[in-house]
C-alpha cells in the first residue's frame, strides 16, 4: 500500500481524512469509534465558552432526493455543541489517552470579543489537542448574533480574531471558510495575514431545501415554521472544488483542509488535486457511517499506485495548472477542433436537444 500519511502544519496525519466537526464528532465516543475505524484526525464539535447560548430544535434535517429516490444533497439547522466547555475539557484529554498518534482538532467559535476567544484558547490548550479550527463559518443561528458567518463575510474581522488567537498559541491555526461570499480569497488571505497556518473550504451553503406542498411550509418544518439551513453532501462538490481552486492559486501559502461533497475516495482526491492537503468529511459519515473511511483509504492507494505518486503531498494541488480562463480556452489554437466541426455555432442547433447537449458533454 502506498504511503498515506502527510504532514501538515509540521503536525504528520496518519491519512489525510478527517472526519468535519459536526455530529459525527459530537462527543468522545464518536470521536474514538472515528479513529478506531481508521480516520486520521477528526474535528471535534464547535465549543464555545459555556456563557454561550445552544438550544437545538427538532427535527433539524432535511434531505434532498432525486425523483429516483438518491440523496444527493442534505440540509441542517443544527447548532455548535450544547455541551459544556467543562466536559469538552475532559473529553479531549481522554481522546488524546486513547489515540495520541491521531490528530484532534479543536473547533472553536465565539463572539467577537478578544477576552473570549483567547480564554477558550487558553483553557483548551492544556488538554493536549493538536489543532485549533476558528468557526468563522456557521451560516445559521449563530451568526444572528454577530458570530460564525457573520465574521466570516468580514475579512478585516477575520484577520483581527486570527490574530488574537496566534497571540496565545503555538498550535497551527485553521479558519474555517464561509461559502457565503463572493470572493472566498480575501477572507482566506486575511486569516492568514492575521497568523493562520491554512484554512479550511468550505461550511455549507444556506439553502432552502424544499417546500412540503401539502403543508406549504419550508423543510424541515418545527411547529410549522422553518429557516435556511447549510446545505451539504454530494450535490454542494461542485462549488466546493471550485472555491478550494481559488484559494490554492490565490492563496498559494495556505494549507487548505477541504470539504464539500465527498461520498467516496474519488471526491476526496479531487479535492486533493486541487490544492486540500487534507480532506474533511461530515455528511458523508452521517449518511454512511465511519467505515466509510475504509474505501477512501484503499481507493486513494490505488490511485497513488496507478499514477506512480509516493507520497500524497506530490499531488496536492496537481490539477491546479490546467485551469484557465474562458477567454484562453477560445483561443483559436485551443479551440481549433471545434471550429473545424462548427460545434460551437448556436445556429447549428436544429432542435435535438437532448442529443445535441450531448454531443458537447465532455467525455
Known amino acids: 500500500m502506498a504511503d498515506l500519511s502527510i504532514e501538515v502544519n509540521g503536525i504528520r496525519f496518519p491519512n489525510p481524512f478527517v472526519i468535519g ?58 447548532l455548535i455543541s450544547d455541551r459544556t466547555l467543562e466536559v469538552w475539557l475532559d473529553e479531549f484529554k481522554a481522546i488524546k489517552d486513547a489515540h495520541p498518534d491521531k490528530v484532534l482538532i479543536s473547533s472553536i467559535m465565539e463572539k467577537y470579543n478578544k477576552d473570549s476567544w483567547q480564554e477558550l484558547v487558553g483553557r483548551i ?35 483581527e480574531v486570527t490574530g488574537w488567537i ?18 472566498i480569497t480575501e477572507p482566506a488571505q486575511a486569516a492568514m495575514d492575521g497568523g493562520a497556518s491554512g484554512v479550511a473550504a468550505i461550511n455549507t451553503i444556506p439553502s432552502i431545501l424544499n417546500i412540503d406542498l401539502e403543508t406549504l411550509a419550508p423543510m424541515p418544518t418545527v411547529e410549522g415554521h422553518s429557516t435556511p439551513g447549510g446545505y451539504s453532501y454530494y450535490a454542494v462538490k461542485p462549488i466546493a472544488l471550485r472555491m478550494v481552486s481559488q484559494i490554492g492559486r490565490g492563496v498559494p501559502d495556505a494549507e487548505i483542509s477541504g470539504i464539500g461533497g465527498v461520498i467516496s475516495s474519488r471526491e476526496a482526491i479531487e479535492f486533493i488535486l486541487m490544492g486540500s492537503s487534507t480532506v474533511q468529511v461530515c455528511t458523508g459519515v452521517m449518511l454512511q457511517g465511519y467505515e466509510m473511511v475504509e474505501e477512501m483509504c484503499e481507493g486513494l492507494s490505488n490511485f497513488m499506485e496507478k499514477h506512480g505518486f509516493k507520497t500524497v503531498r506530490e499531488f496536492v494541488g496537481h490539477s491546479l495548472q490546467y485551469l484557465t480562463t474562458h477567454h484562453d480556452l477560445a483561443d483559436k489554437r485551443l479551440a481549433k477542433k471545434a471550429n473545424a466541426l462548427g460545434a460551437n455555432r448556436d445556429n447549428n442547433w436544429t432542435g435535438d436537444i437532448k442529443k445535441e447537449t450531448d454531443e458537447l458533454v465532455s467525455k
Open 21 to 78: 466537526s459536526g455530529p459525527p464528532s459530537t462527543n468522545s465516543k464518536t470521536i474514538i469509534k472515528a479513529f478506531n475505524n481508521g480516520w486520521g484526525g477528526v474535528s471535534a464539535k464547535t465549543v464555545s465558552l459555556t456563557e454561550t447560548p445552544v438550544i437545538n430544535v427538532a427535527p433539524r434535517y432535511g434531505k434532498l432526493k432525486t425523483p429516483s429516490g438518491e440523496i444527493i444533497g442534505f440540509e441542517n439547522i443544527e
Open 125 to 159: 490548550v492544556e488538554t493536549g489537542v493538536d489543532m485549533f479550527e476558528l468557526n468563522f463559518s456557521c451560516p445559521h443561528g449563530h451568526p444572528e448574533e454577530g458570530m460564525g458567518a457573520a465574521m466570516g463575510q468580514n475579512p478585516d474581522m477575520v484577520k
Open 166 to 183: 496566534a497571540e496565545v498559541t503555538d498550535l497551527p491555526i485553521w479558519a474555517k471558510m464561509t461559502p457565503d461570499i463572493l470572493d
